[in-house]
């Protein structure tokens, strides 16, 4: 068995930056303004734990909880 | 007794295009309804002067806007504000559904403040994935359709007299459910499943609502 300390935050990053890395990176999502953003930005910004990134792997946890059922 | 019902819709970059295509439904539906009064303020009638008058003279109990917005404003043609902490105070006795970015956060609580009913909206950017091939026909671009379905499902609650919160938990609802069966081969041509339901995880998160939940038109 592993010592090592289990940080939830941390398998949580890893879970959507493993998920995110499956898509093509040039694929983008549209925000308002005109403005977009890439999978290869999104990753960026969860990489850098952001205020945007903290966003979007929150949004990604509650995304697999509705498809899971758990809410 | 007739209801009187605004809606803004500016149709001037690819964004608006969409969000114009989506409610293009209700606009059908309302007008073939006899005790609801339209005010359309389409493309280049989506401005400031027209918004203040109509907020003042036609005293609208549901305002429907769409268009670019940021935590303090909402834009109409050209991205000209029409909604700010300026003139919010017209929306005094109304329920706001903005289907922009943003704009619950500070402008939907100040209007909430200056005597709105309820403000609807999203407290971050409004998500939305599209066909880069179906850019000059929103209609066609199938990528967009759960998202004019969540569209839909909330202007048409609001409409037809369920209360704001009622409103909110049916369209939540109707996200749980896209993100849960969209996806299929046929539907995703392109593989763009998974940011799809992504967009509308997001979307589903920062729906909320100011003011009061039991409020209806």
């Known amino acids: 068995m592993s010592n090592k300390k289990f940080d939830l935050k941390t ?22 303004g005109s403005k977009e953003v890439s999978v290869r930005q999104l990753i960026k910004h969860v990489e850098r734990e952001d205020d945007f990134g903290k966003k979007v792997v929150q949004v990604q946890i509650n995304m697999l909880k509705v498809l899971s059922g758990v809410i | 007794m007739v209801k009187q019902f605004l809606i803004t819709r500016p149709n001037h970059d690819i964004i608006t295009s969409y969000l114009h295509d989506f409610s293009k439904e209700i606009v059908r539906t309302v007008k073939g ?17 027209k918004l203040e008058k109509a907020l003042s003279k036609e005293k609208p109990k549901l305002v429907f806007l769409n268009g ?13 504000i029409i909604l700010d902490n300026k003139n919010v105070d017209l929306t005094k006795n109304k329920i706001i559904y903005s289907l922009s970015c943003d704009s619950l956060t500070d402008l939907g609580e100040i209007s909430v403040k200056k005597g709105a009913n309820a403000y609807i909206g999203y407290n971050a950017s409004f998500m939305l994935v599209r066909d880069p091939s179906r850019e000059g026909t929103p209609s066609k671009d199938k990528n967009a359709l759960p998202f004019k379905k969540i569209c839909v499902t909330m202007i048409n609650s609001l409409v037809f007299g369920m209360s704001a919160e009622t409103s909110i938990e049916k369209t939540k609802e109707e996200y749980r459910k ?6 299929t081969s046929e539907d995703d041509p392109y593989g763009d499943t998974p940011l799809i339901r992504f967009a509308l995880a997001w979307n589903l998160e920062f729906l909320d609502m100011h003011g009061d939940p039991n409020a209806a038109f």
């Open chain 1, 11 to 32: 398998e949580q990053k890893t879970l959507v930056l493993e998920r995110f890395k499956t898509l093509n990176p040039n694929s983008k999502l549209s925000l308002g």
């Open chain 2, 68 to 80: 670019h917005g940021d935590r303090k404003k909402v834009a109409g043609h050209k991205d000209e």
């Open chain 2, 33 to 49: 309804a006899q005790d609801i009064h339209i005010t359309n303020l389409e493309g280049p009638n989506a401005t400031r002067v």
């Open chain 2, 178 to 183: 896209l993100i849960r069966s969209y996806g």
